[in-house]
């Protein structure tokens, strides 16, 4: 069994910067491409980041991208979401998700239901 716990949220103003950390147990880190996805009251899951196993490859969501950036340190189990110039839309549930991904399967980033666990998620406010 693979167990993600996300840390790091909390209640910033906009502007502020943020960093999100997942750890994760269980099998081993390196099998999974991780991902950010965030869920704000009323709305669709929105995919926020990802990256391959090996760290080579990084996405982002359009509303992101040039805000944040996702690391992973496979030495420690876990996966990074440092968040930079934080607005009012980015508040949200932001959860962390694995995808066990074998040699020569393609990694389809944005589809949340692929990734096979998940972890409880962590509450991020961004106030004016």
């Known amino acids: 069994q693979v167990r993600l716990v996300e840390s790091g949220g909390g209640l910033v103003q906009t502007g502020d910067s943020l960093r999100l950390s997942c750890a994760v147990s269980?099998?081993?880190?390196?099998?999974?491409?991780m991902g950010w996805f965030r869920q704000a009251p009323g709305k669709e899951r929105e995919f926020v980041a990802a990256?391959?196993?090996?760290?080579?490859?990084?996405y982002y969501g359009d509303s992101v991208l040039g805000r944040f950036t996702i690391s992973r340190d496979n030495a420690k189990n876990t996966v990074y979401l440092q968040m930079n110039s934080l607005k009012i839309e980015d508040t949200a549930v932001y959860s962390c998700?694995?995808?066990?991904?074998?040699?020569?399967?393609?990694?389809?980033?944005?589809?949340?239901?692929?990734?096979?666990?998940w972890g409880q998620g962590t509450q991020v406010t961004v106030s004016s």
């Open positions: 269980g099998r081993s880190f390196s099998l999974y491409a």
């Open positions: 990256i391959s196993r090996s760290a080579l490859s990084k």
């Open positions: 998700a694995a995808e066990l991904i074998p040699p020569g399967t393609q990694f389809y980033y944005s589809d949340y239901g692929r990734y096979d666990y």
